[in-house]
């Protein structure tokens, strides 16, 4: 596909990156279905969290083009962003805990590899730029309210802080040279295909091995959980209709403390309660996070549709049915 037939063309071409991951795997899949006349070129660099088996399904599709790199190779970056009408960042360091081990790679990968995506949109007049980030950058909660989009980012994770960086850098590259980028901030997200190092999963797994499920502290932590279709959907109303330079909270309204999880995928399994252990706590690890998503309902007219319960059993079984997809990566596969 060269410039000609990119831009301009019947249908869009979007630049996916990250699309290997966990959400950009289920955003292109989704994309794909919804959009027929568009297409993905999906730009991804493989790190031990990108799976090309995530994308089987979607494998003789010729609308989409996979392409092997990092978001922070300029010259790549600005090839592929001459050929497209929009792009979406999903591409991360995304694990918490990661970041708390080693920050560096947080830093390159989410806030220069971004400003090296929104300095090749810019220089290639792309119309369209959606960062996908996260409630994170917002801080910590106590035990009443939710984050509006004007909330202030208090991050407290290096990764939570790195993300708030790359948030910070889009406001300005549409302040600055007019970008027509948005952002949004959305809760955890659960469902298909996500990493067996991310708590849902890994608990699944743990569970069904009989091994103990490791609680961070006393296990009340308070997360809003998101179905990650849901997540794609609200994208891809913001991708369309998001206004320039505004920022989009989308939220599950699926509060739950960490052990109620844990005990509801427990419950699924048919396994004891006794398997939970608790750990010492992650160090700086927020209490409690919850968006307003009444933004993005108003504008764009989005609002969740999975419920936990539901959402929570069709992952369960997800897991259980496609062992082929995860037992690979517990061996670093
Ligand atoms: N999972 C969640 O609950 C959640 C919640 C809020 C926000 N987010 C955000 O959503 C986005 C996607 O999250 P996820 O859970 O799918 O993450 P993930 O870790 O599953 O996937 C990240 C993908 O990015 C790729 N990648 C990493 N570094 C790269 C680089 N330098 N160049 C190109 N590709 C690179 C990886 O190979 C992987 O495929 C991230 O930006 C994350 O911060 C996630």
Redesign the pocket.
Known sequence: MGRGEGRGATGRAILV??G?????SNFVRFFLGRHPADRVVN?????Y??NLGSLAEIAGDERHEFVR????DRGLVRRLAARVDAIVN??????VDRSIAGAEVFVR?NVL?TQVLLEAARAAGVPRFVQ????EVYGSLGPRGAFTEESPLRPNSPYSAS?AGADLLVRAYHHTFGLGAVVTR????YGAY??PE?LIPSFIIKALAGQPLPVYGDGLAVRDWLHVEDHCRALDLVLDAGRPGEVYNIGGSSERTNLEITTAILAHLGKPPSLVRFVPDRPGHDRRYAVDWGKIKRELGWRPERSLEEGLAATVGWYLARRDWWEKLLTGG
């Open positions: 990156t990250g290997a991951g966990f959400i950009g730009l991804d660099k493989l790190t969290a990108g790199g990092d978001i922070a999903f591409a991360a360091e995304s694990h990968t590899g996908v980030s996260t409630d993300k959305c809760s955890n997200n996500q990493h991310k």
